[in-house]
Nanobody
Framework: QVRLQESGPGLVKPSQTLSLTCTVSGSSITATYFYWHWIRQSPGKGLEWIGMISYSGDVYASPALKNRTTISLDTSTNQFTLQVNSVTPEDTAVYFC??????????WGQGTLVTVSS
C-alpha cells in the first residue's frame, strides 16, 4: 500500500519560510521514472501546481513560484520536501504531495493546511 503524508508547521509568519515534508511509504522515491509533486489548493485560486522533483533529483517549478521554491529529495528517509520563501497571506492554502509514476498522479496525501498570518 502506497501512502503519502504531509507534515510541517500549520502557521507561518509573513516573510518567513514555509517548510513541509512528504513522507512516502510503500514506494521508493528513487524508483526509475517516478516523479514527486507538490500542489496547493485555496478557495480563491483552486488547485495550483507548485512543482515536482524527479527520481533523479531534477526539479521543475511553476514560473510563478520558482524564484521562491525549493524542492529536495531525502533518500535516507524516503521523503521529499518543499520550501517556499518570503511567504505572504496569499500563500495560505492546503498543501498536498502526490506521486506520479509517469502515467499521472495516482496517489495523494491527505493535505495539510498552512496559514500565513502574523
Amino acid at each position: 500500500q502506497v501512502r503519502l503524508q504531509e507534515s510541517g508547521p500549520g502557521l507561518v509568519k509573513p516573510s518567513q519560510t514555509l517548510s513541509l515534508t512528504c513522507t512516502v511509504s510503500g514506494s521508493s522515491i528513487t524508483a526509475t521514472y517516478f516523479y514527486w509533486h507538490w500542489i496547493r489548493q485555496s478557495p480563491g485560486k483552486g488547485l495550483e501546481w507548485i512543482g515536482m522533483i524527479s527520481y533523479s533529483g531534477d526539479v521543475y517549478a511553476s514560473p510563478a513560484l520558482k524564484n521562491r521554491t525549493t524542492i529536495s529529495l531525502d533518500t535516507s528517509t524516503n521523503q521529499f520536501t518543499l520550501q517556499v520563501n518570503s511567504v505572504t497571506p496569499e500563500d495560505t492554502a492546503v498543501y498536498f504531495c502526490a506521486r506520479d509514476p509517469t502515467s499521472g498522479l495516482d496517489t495523494w496525501g491527505q493535505g495539510t493546511l498552512v496559514t500565513v498570518s502574523s
